[in-house]
Nanobody, 119 residues
């Protein structure tokens, strides 16, 4: 069974930094795109950033220049370095990955980790 486990959330003051990690475990052949999404109270879940298996990245306009996504393929882990945090970054952050098992690839989600930015 494939699992994504996030860590690194917490509370930080505006202007501060946090680093999120998400590790994939279980039986699978490979991991394609990995990414982070976030959902603030009363709002829809939005894409934050993605990184392909080859290292190409994509960011939401709201986080460009402040957040950086990276991955360690040997550890099946994706990271999100968040700098210059703002109160509007407060949300539950979810890791997602497209993972290939024996015959097909499927999308998997982590359980979410809370990030709270206090002003």
């Amino acid at each position: 069974q494939v699992q994504l486990v996030e860590s690194g959330g917490g509370t930080v003051q505006a202007g501060g930094s946090l680093r999120l990690s998400c590790a994939a475990s279980g039986a699978f052949r490979s991991i394609n795109t990995m990414g982070w999404h976030r959902q603030a109270p009363g709002k829809q879940r939005d894409l934050v950033a993605t990184v392909t298996s080859g290292g190409s990245t994509n960011y939401a306009d709201s986080v460009k220049g402040r957040f950086s996504i990276s991955r360690d393929n040997a550890k099946n882990t994706v990271y999100l370095q968040m700098n210059s945090l703002k109160s509007e970054d407060t949300a539950v952050y979810y890791c997602a990955a497209n993972i290939r098992q024996l015959f097909r690839a499927s999308d998997y989600w982590g359980q979410g980790t809370q990030v709270t930015v206090s002003s």
